[in-house]
């Protein structure tokens, strides 16, 4: 059974595939973070190596091996705290990929964070995509799918999984894990339309907590001084250094806050992602003009841009915290 929900048409086209022999040797699953991208990995490696009438059955010994992560032909590689994924890793799957299955029909190799491959990582993987062994399927999961080189996209299947309409979620929650309305709202508006992030913070408190410490920082730029700002980038380009997920999701919590105050000043409020924070907003709102608030947003996706590339992040995050509007509270 398929454990992606809202994704029904990439899951249809998945199914019609497999029922017919016509699987990719290759797919690219792009989305946001914990839209659902490694879910449908598990899942389709499940139903690749399934023996049942209808695939992923998830009780079989070999759906739950690979459950478990145990599966000798299902191997996954990702960025973890790492700050790219190396040519190391790409030549032992490679090694992996020339051999025939031990334990299943079909090796499944599972690439999350693609778009944090290094040069000479994508350059082989690129190699291994002109000529795909048999027998093998090739799994890459980005969130940012323009940093990918396009000769890797182009010998990929593309299934884009989109972020949920917010009732859909709410509706999930409550239905499908018992959650309270009341927090299931909360969440739906937090989650940025991904139900694996929702899922996460309900199992881990800390995650609303770091959030919440994340949002309180930020936000209080606005009014620091140039010295508390200098030292706030040195942190997050030191953070930078050593594990690049972290700050990503950093940057899009400063994203969300930044576009609630835009909503806010448009007149828009009842759309705002951070709602618990409705009050902190409107305040700092007030002391806001709307094209100053616009300006700082475009420095943000630019920093966004930037990073991804071999900018200085110390540099980028002072140049960032210097145009950052100062608010006199």
Known sequence: MWQVLGQDKILALLERSIEEDTI????????????GKKTLAI?????????AHKPPCGQCRSCRRILDH?????????????????I????????????????????VFIIDDAEYLSTEAANSLLKILEEPPPKVVWLLLAAEERRLLP??????????L????????QN???????????KAEFLAHLCHGCLGWALSALADDDILKQ???????????????????FAYAQEIATQFSQNRRSVAEIIEIWLSWWRDLMLIKGGCKEAIINVDYEVALEKQAKSLSLNEIKQFLANLRSLREEISKNVNPRLAFESLMLNMPKLSL
Do not use: W
Request: charged share 20%; net charge positive.
């Open 172 to 182: 999930i929650l409550t239905n499908s894990y018992n959650v309270d309305l009341a």
């Open 24 to 35: 990719a040797h290759a797919y690219l699953l792009v989305g946001p973070h914990h839209v």
């Open 211 to 229: 959030r919440a410490q994340r949002v309180t920082m930020f936000s209080s730029l606005a009014s620091a001084s140039l010295q508390q700002r």
């Open 43 to 51: 899942n389709l490696a499940q139903a690749l190596n399934c023996n």
């Open 162 to 169: 989109k972020p949920l309409p917010l009732m859909q979620l």
């Open 70 to 86: 145990k599966h000798a032909d299902v191997t996954s590689v990702g960025l973890d705290s790492r700050t790219e994924i190396g």
């Open 151 to 160: 000769t890797i996209v182009s010998r990929c299947q593309r299934l884009e």
């Open 88 to 107: 190391d890793d790409i030549r032992e799957l490679q090694k992996l990929a020339n051999l025939p299955p031990y334990e299943g029909k079909c090796k």
